[in-house]
């Protein structure tokens, strides 16, 4: 098949790899014009595509990017892999789902199956990209993407893939694709249902770390580890499952999936409450994470050198999109330190270049990669670890 996916970022470079390793054709069309030239030129950027794979189905013809609109016409599946962040209110911003969609509708001129992978609540694929799409009689389905940026066990290949469409004959088609490259796909009644299971599995994530994030703030004042509790419950082989403390949530997937589920929610009259709470209590944690370093630290960081190691959302990965470290580093500033962070995947970020390590009075751990050095963070006189992976240090 010839297949374009609409926006070559996390969730459709890695879709677009997976068609042209399955023998198909991928055009990955992106209107960011520099990075659809780093891709031509055989440059990955992101974590798990390399560049001699992404080089190898350049060389045969099996994949070229392009920000040329007209390459989709005559496509047999287009997939739509953009942004759905929220608006300055957090309520969901569709306006790049409307814009890949009027695209299609200018420039594809012969039928063809569109598929939705952004994340978006139920009714998108119907309300939001069919009805939008004039003029040609094309198939329609949903299937949200789950890709985990970093997960080295479940890729595109052997994680579940729900698929639900407008009609009969879009499953099909869906499946047929997606069964070329995935091994697992599961038919669900409706686009709504598989929309609505993507962001009921983050909700689900989201609520939960926020409950573990109370918990280990009333297990700190209880003077308990919460993550020896943790453990100890996570020993009952049914009923419970782990989650685990940490500085705030990230990435473009559990800070904002949930608000999607709100705002329909809001729409039929139903009130999300644990959503709402589970965002206070995340969106707060960074102000407890400081209160913690400035207790730890004699009761004041004013005027001290303080290193915030790791500002991506998770370990081994270079993504900054919503991290809790941002408001970290903030608050730290607004309590008088002199703040510095240290992370040589990220490299440069708001206009900051990473640190080195050496040289702090106080190393505050939001997130740790593989490859920074414990010994080189314990260097720093008082260390405030929010990941659980430093013995012997404070944190939560
Ligand atoms: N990143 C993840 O881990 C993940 C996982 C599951 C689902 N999702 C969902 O997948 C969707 C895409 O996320 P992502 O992480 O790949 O985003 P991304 O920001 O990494 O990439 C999106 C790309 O779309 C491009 N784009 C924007 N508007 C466009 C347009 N009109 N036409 C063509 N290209 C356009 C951007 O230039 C960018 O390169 C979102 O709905 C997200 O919630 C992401």
């Not at 470079?13 to 042209?20: D, K, N, Q, S």
């Not at 509790?229 to 473009?252: C, L, R, S």
């Not at 400035?294 to 991506?312: E, L, Q």
Request: proline fraction near 5%; charge should be negative.
């Amino acid at each position: 098949m010839r297949v374009a996916i609409i926006g070559q970022g996390y969730v459709g470079l890695t879709i677009a790899v997976g068609a042209a390793g399955a023998g198909h054709t991928a055009v990955g069309f992106d209107v960011n014009e520099d990075l659809v030239t780093q891709l031509n030129a055989g440059k990955s950027h992101i974590e798990g595509i390399s560049d001699s794979d992404l080089a190898g189905f350049i060389a045969t013809g099996t994949y070229l990017a392009s920000s040329d609109p007209s390459v989709m016409d005559g496509c047999n599946v287009i997939v739509i892999a953009v942004p759905t962040p929220l608006d300055a209110d957090r309520n969901p911003d569709l306006s790049y789902v409307h814009a890949a969609s009027d695209l299609i509708s200018q420039h594809v001129k012969s039928p063809a199956l569109i598929v939705n992978e952004s994340t978006s609540y139920p009714g998108t694929l119907r309300n939001e990209i069919a009805a939008r799409i004039t003029g040609v009689e094309h198939l329609y389905a949903s299937s949200p993407e789950r890709v985990d940026p970093g997960n080295t066990e479940w890729g595109t290949k052997n994680t579940p893939r729900l698929i639900g469409g407008l009609s009969p004959e879009a499953v099909a088609k869906a499946v047929q694709f997606y069964g070329s490259f995935c091994d697992n796909i599961i038919e669900v009644s409706s686009p709504e249902v598989a929309e609505a299971a993507k962001i009921f599995e983050n909700t689900f994530r989201q609520v939960n770390i926020a409950l573990v994030n109370e918990f280990a703030q009333i297990s700190d004042a209880l003077g308990i580890s919460s993550r020896e509790v943790i453990e100890a419950a996570a020993t009952k082989p049914y009923g419970f499952m782990a989650f685990h403390p940490g500085p705030g949530v990230g990435g473009h997937c559990i800070p904002v999936d949930p608000s999607y589920l709100a705002h329909v929610a809001n729409e039929v009259g139903v009130p999300a409450t644990f959503i709402k709470r589970a965002n206070e209590v995340n969106l707060a944690m960074p102000a407890y994470v400081v209160k913690r370093v400035v207790a730890g630290s004699d009761g004041s960081v004013k005027g001290r050198k303080v290193v915030v190691v790791g500002v991506s959302y998770k370990s081994n990965v270079a993504d900054t999109r919503e991290t809790p470290a941002a408001a970290v580093i903030d608050l730290l500033r607004e309590q008088g330190a002199t703040v510095t962070w240290h992370d040589d995947l990220v490299g440069t970020w708001r206009g900051e270049s990473s640190s080195p390590l050496a040289g702090a009075d106080i190393a505050v751990v939001v997130t740790k990669h593989d490859d920074v050095d414990v010994n080189a963070i314990k260097a720093c006189g008082y260390v405030f670890d929010c990941t659980g992976n430093i013995a012997g240090v404070d944190g939560i």
